[in-house]
């Protein structure tokens, strides 16, 4: 299993970004993809969580109302769409993935814990 997140950048507060996850080598159809962000010495957390069969998801509170989460189960590609960008979302946001039944269904808590495959980061810098 592969992850490829994509799609950071430098942007001013207020502005928009949408990252991109491209997984491949997932042959299952059970499986949750989780966007995660660690900031400089914080804790990785769970931004938002989506189980790419039923498309339910999950949002921490501090990203509520401004990030979505969707997916192209074709391209098997997750993008989070991130709006009205503060300086507090600066972080590397990381893609990962959870496969399985048991797994995608514990993995909607979305704790970093429950993923086991992880794509590099990608850095976003909300700076004026």
């Known amino acids: 299993v592969q992850l490829q997140a994509s799609g950071g950048g430098l942007v001013q507060p207020g502005d928009s970004l949408r990252l991109s996850c491209a997984a491949s080598?997932?042959?299952?159809?059970?499986?949750?993809i989780g966007w995660f962000r660690q900031a400089p010495g914080k804790e990785r957390e769970g931004v938002s969580c989506?189980?790419?069969?039923?498309?339910?998801?999950y949002f921490a509170d501090s990203v509520k109302g401004r990030f979505t989460i969707s997916r192209d189960n074709a391209k098997k590609t997750v993008y989070l769409q991130m709006n009205r960008l503060k300086p507090e979302d600066t972080a590397v946001y990381y893609c990962?993935?959870?496969?399985?039944?048991?797994?995608?269904?514990?993995?909607?808590?979305?704790?970093?814990?429950?993923?086991?495959?992880w794509g590099q980061g990608t850095e976003v810098t909300v700076s004026s």
């Open positions: 990962a993935a959870a496969l399985g039944v048991m797994a995608t269904q514990q993995a909607m808590g979305c704790h970093p814990n429950d993923y086991d495959y």
């Open positions: 080598g997932i042959t299952l159809h059970y499986y949750a």
């Open positions: 989506i189980d790419v069969r039923d498309a339910s998801t």
